[in-house]
């Protein structure tokens, strides 16, 4: 899981993207383990549902941006600039390069999950 000093997704609650359709920071008060990084939460009830089912709340490719991983690279997930498709949060570098992500969607996420089952999280992917 990529992580910055504010722990998962930069201290973002990973819940709040599929409750409220927002980035939310998460609180200092509201927290847990998981992956061996810390997550943030906007409310205790948030980090139980997180706790109940992680892997429907944690961002796809390890909060990497989903165009990166798509193009065989990894970058930055923004926590700002992210979408829902299909029940999975994707993070994006940057506003541009979630529209060059968005206009090819399916085909980038099908590439991405063949390049991060066979990268190294945190390594450059190697294209195949």
């Not at 609180?27 to 089912?53: C, E, K, L, N, Y």
């Not at 796809?60 to 991983?69: E, P, R, T």
């Not at 090819?104 to 390594?123: F, H, V």
């Amino acid at each position: 899981m990529h992580s910055t000093d504010r722990g998962a997704i930069d201290g973002y609650d990973p819940v709040a993207y599929f409750t409220q359709s927002a980035a939310v920071p998460g609180s200092d008060q509201f927290t847990t383990q998981w992956r061996g990084t810390t997550w943030r939460f906007a409310s205790a009830a948030h980090r139980d549902q997180f706790i109940a089912d992680p892997e429907k709340y944690a961002p796809a490719f390890g909060g990497y941006c989903a165009y990166a991983m798509g193009n065989a690279y990894t970058a930055h997930g923004d926590p700002e600039v992210f979408s829902i498709v299909g029940g999975r949060l994707f993070l994006n570098f940057d506003v541009p390069t979630q529209e060059e992500w968005a206009a090819s969607q399916q085909t980038l996420i099908t590439a991405a999950d063949q390049n991060w089952r066979t990268s190294r999280p945190g390594k450059a992917v190697l294209a195949l």
